[in-house]
């Protein structure tokens, strides 16, 4: 079975901090990607990364950056936690083989920021 | 406009009847993908599918590549059926990223 865990399932921080969380999958998947959730917009992508060390930025990517050291780890970064960052966070990872292609989402962090 | 639109937002209904949830796009594909995420955030894949019909237990999906419509039926639905579902399509363009439509919730009374 496919695991993508992310790191908290729920964060409250303040604004101004830096914010770090982290996902991790154990099928050795190429890709990994970073979204946000929020009501009535469904999911938005902010950040895709194709390989170690390489990203994409996604639909937005203002305000996160993210580091890809490890083929199984993805990190997504808040610089400067602000409260419009306050969403559900989803990592998801898939292979890079088109015919078997398949997102695969870990349980989704729940940041809050005060 | 959303490259992406599902129909209807929201869907409630009895234990026991057959649900239909709608997809539309407006880009072409390689592939659609509907999606399940129940309360507490996690999200499961359905299915996967190209062309023609796909049936999983009492799920079905099919897809009209020339009329760039989809639809997710759920047969004898049951109140565990109660979730958000979520279409998402690969653009043909897009590599290997999905544009995601914003959800249908539903919800199975007993």
């Known amino acids: 079975d496919v695991k993508v865990t992310q790191s908290s399932r729920y964060l409250v921080k303040r604004t101004g901090e830096k914010v770090f969380l982290e996902c991790v999958q154990d099928?050795?998947?190429?890709?990994m990607f970073w979204y946000r959730q929020d009501p009535g917009l469904g999911l938005r992508l902010i950040y895709f990364?194709?390989?170690?060390?390489?990203?994409e930025k996604g639909d937005i990517p203002e305000g996160y950056s993210v580091s890809r050291e490890k083929k199984e780890r993805f990190s997504l970064i808040l610089e400067s936690a602000s409260t419009n960052q306050t969403s559900m966070y989803l990592c998801?990872?898939?292979?890079?083989?088109?015919?078997?292609?398949?997102?695969?989402f870990g349980p989704g962090t729940r940041l809050t920021v005060t | 406009k959303n490259e992406v639109e599902q129909s209807p937002q929201n869907l409630t209904a009895q234990e026991g009847e057959f649900i239909t949830i709608n997809c539309s796009y407006s880009?072409?594909?390689?592939?659609l993908h509907w999606l399940q995420q129940h309360p507490g955030g996690g999200i499961v894949s359905l299915f996967m599918?190209?062309?023609g019909k796909k049936k999983h237990g009492r799920l079905i999906a099919t897809i009209n590549i020339q009329e760039k419509h989809s639809s997710l039926h759920i047969t004898a639905s049951h109140p565990r059926d109660s979730a958000v579902y979520i279409c998402?399509?690969?653009?043909?363009?897009?590599?290997?990223?999905?544009?995601f439509g914003t959800g249908t919730r539903l919800t199975i009374i007993p």
């Open positions: 998402a399509v690969r653009p043909n363009f897009g590599n290997e990223k999905l544009t």
């Open positions: 990364s194709y390989d170690v060390k390489m990203k």
């Open positions: 880009v072409g594909i390689s592939a």
């Open positions: 998801a990872s898939s292979p890079r083989n088109r015919r078997l292609y398949e997102q695969y």
């Open positions: 099928m050795d998947h190429e890709n």
């Open positions: 599918l190209s062309s």
